[in-house]
């Protein structure tokens, strides 16, 4: 220890330092990486689990999807679309689908969670797909304010155009709409990024890396918590319904003033 | 002028010139009579209309009080959002009192204890003749005394000096910029420009596009640009897509300007202008957010519906060495809205 001391002053002292460090860093930036793509393989289902959800499948979605999920003219295949499409649609009770229509919509969920797991398990087991997300892309910290608005950026250039500045949905054509993000899960919110559910487009891991999306989510639970800075929202719809207040309550009052300026006192 | 009891619309000299033709068919009923207010009549009503007038006039006075608070209580340079709303609302609440308290107090002040007898002012008799000649006299005298037309050297000097004195408008507008030239046919895009994402500024690999996939994105070298950076985005952003090639309908020319059913589109309406990027990934259909605008990417962004007036450029694109996407030229047409010069 005191040949090392001595030595600190020698010219190339910084040098190893720096070399060592370096070596530290990058080793532990490895293992670090290593863990988390061995993370990700992990989501594995059960022989059972695929063979419970084959018979759910078979119960409640073959008539539109087909036997063996091949598809028919009513419903898509679903060979190839992953873990994380089942766990979205059918998470959010947008599937099974009450009738056909322009949009499946979101209501209540008609499987359980475990039920949920196994139709995924099958599925998945049809073909290779994004599968359901880590929860280490879940858990946004929306005091991390740089993430936020990194997520932000990202939000508006690649989703707010459909889904509104502040997320609170807009419409498509034909009936057709991209839902308000207020209150849907952080898991469901990745889960649609990664798989593009209906009519919206895919965003795979090369466009958006999953801690772009985590970014995102932490942008989104961000404005649910944080209010709104500029007064009242009105539903956040922009011209909208700021239009339809002042042309009713903003006219209102005038004519309201004008016919009192122009009545008699009693 | 004069009170009601003494006018009478029937003396004026225009009505019965008029009327002398035919019968008078309605009878003028003159103004109804006259109605004495409460606040004329009861005293304790007058008091009560003074204290509401006074009430209005103090209702100003704390509205400009509260402004003052909201003024001097909230420091800009360490306020919270939520207390730069505050303030926001106690200014406007404030200044809004303030003015209102005061208009609507004058006005029930007029309404309920000035005195509101009526009032008939006559027309003046109509005598154009007499009228023209005045005028006439008026702007002769004009001429007459400013000698205009005898000394011809002021005039002259006049006239020079007001044909001369608009012409620094045309220096000072001429100052607001180049004409456009040639700019708005083209953009950033060129042969072996990289297609990079936007806002990240990353290359894209043909791999990366899955089907179903829409990236946005922007030439490479843009976030570089030292000056104008905005305008030559708002000229050069674009959509990717991925379609299954046989949903693409490419015309003759136009066949490999798509790898492998990635295409890529000008996000620019040629409507107006806005950002055309609502894509739907199964109907294929983009839709402009502004005006509802749609265009069809299998039928090379045809318009299908709404005001938009030609269909959106096209960006033929390739694959560079590295796998990465490239563009092979700028757009062939102009991108963006319609102008005069475009054809």
């Known amino acids: 220890m005191k040949a090392l001391s001595q030595r600190r002053r020698h010219p190339l002292a910084a040098v190893a330092l720096l070399l060592l460090g370096l070596l530290v860093t990058g080793g532990l930036y490895a293992v670090a990486n290593g863990a988390n793509q061995a993370q990700a393989a992990t989501t594995t289902y059960t022989a059972e689990d695929v063979s419970e959800g084959e018979k759910l499948f078979v119960a409640n979605c073959a008539t539109c999807h087909g036997i063996e999920a091949s598809g028919t003219e009513n419903g ?15 998470g959010t009770g947008r599937m099974p689908m009450a009738m056909q229509g322009p949009q499946a919509q979101e209501k209540p969920v008609q499987f359980n969670e475990e039920q949920t797991a196994e139709l995924a398990a099958y599925v998945s087991s049809l073909g290779a797909g994004p599968s359901v997300p880590d929860s280490e892309y879940l858990e946004p910290d929306t ?59 895919v965003f795979n891991d090369t466009n958006i890396t999953p801690d772009e999306k985590q970014d995102i989510i932490t942008f989104l639970k961000d404005i649910e918590t944080s209010g709104s800075p500029g007064g009242a929202q009105l539903g956040s719809l922009g011209p909208v319904s700021e239009g339809l207040f002042i042309w009713t309550a903003g006219l209102g009052i005038i004519i309201a003033f004008t016919i009192w300026l122009t009545s008699r006192s009693s | ?48 209309a003074e204290r509401q007038v006074a009430s209005l006039f103090i209702v100003s006075i704390i509205g400009t009080i509260v402004f003052f608070i909201g003024y001097f209580s909230i420091h ?37 204890l000035m005195p509101d007898h009526e009032i008939t002012e006559e027309r003046h008799e109509i005598r154009p003749e007499e009228d023209r000649v005045i005028a006439e006299k008026m702007v002769g005298d004009i001429i007459e005394e400013t000698g205009i037309k005898r000394r011809p050297l002021i005039r002259n000097t006049l006239l020079g000096a007001m044909v001369l004195a608009p012409l620094p408008a045309i220096a000072v507008f001429r100052d607001l910029g180049p004409l456009p030239g040639d700019t708005l046919r083209h953009t950033m895009w060129e042969a072996g420009t990289r297609l990079v994402r936007d806002p990240s500024g990353t290359a894209i690999k043909a791999a990366d596009v899955t089907v179903g996939s829409a990236f946005h994105v922007i030439p490479n070298g843009l ?11 708002a000229k050069a952003v674009v959509l990717l897509m991925r ?91 102009p991108v963006g809205p319609s102008y005069w010069e475009r054809g």
């Open chain 1, 76 to 90: 898509p295949s679903l060979v190839g679309v992953g873990a994380a499409s089942v766990d979205f649609q059918v």
């Open chain 2, 223 to 233: 976030k570089d640009l030292p000056e104008h950076k905005l305008e030559e985005k």
């Open chain 2, 243 to 333: 379609l299954n090639p046989e949903d693409l309908n490419p015309s003759p020319g136009r066949e490999d300007w798509a790898v492998d059913g990635i295409v890529a589109y000008s996000k620019i309406c040629t409507h107006v202008g806005c950002p055309v990027a609502l894509y739907e990934q199964q109907t294929h259909h983009l839709l402009c957010p502004c005006h509802q605008s749609t265009f069809d990417v299998t039928q090379e962004c045809k318009v299908i519906f709404g005001p938009a007036g030609h269909a959106l450029p096209q960006l033929p694109i390739a694959v560079d060495d590295e796998g990465y996407l490239i563009a092979t030229s700028d757009f062939k047409e």
């Open chain 2, 76 to 112: 800009l340079d360490d306020a919270s959002i939520a207390e730069l709303r505050l303030q926001n609302i106690l200014l406007g609440l404030g200044t809004a009192f303030a003015m209102l308290g005061i208009g609507v107090g004058i006005v029930h002040w007029a309404k309920t």
């Open chain 1, 143 to 201: 005091s991390d304010e740089e993430a936020s608005a990194n997520g932000g950026e990202l939000f508006r250039v690649n989703c707010a155009m459909c889904h509104n500045a502040a997320a609170a949905g807009g419409a498509l054509t034909r009936g057709k709409f991209a839902p308000s993000l207020d209150g849907v899960s952080e898991k469901h919110i990745y889960e649609a990024m990664a798989t593009g559910p209906q009519n919206m487009p």
């Open chain 2, 1 to 48: 002028m004069g009170d009601h009891s003494h006018g009478s619309p029937n003396t004026s000299g225009t009505v019965a010139t008029a009327g002398q033709g035919d019968e008078e068919k309605f009878q003028n009923p003159g103004l109804p009579p006259h109605r004495p207010r409460l606040a004329d009549t009861n005293p304790r009503a007058e008091k009560r």
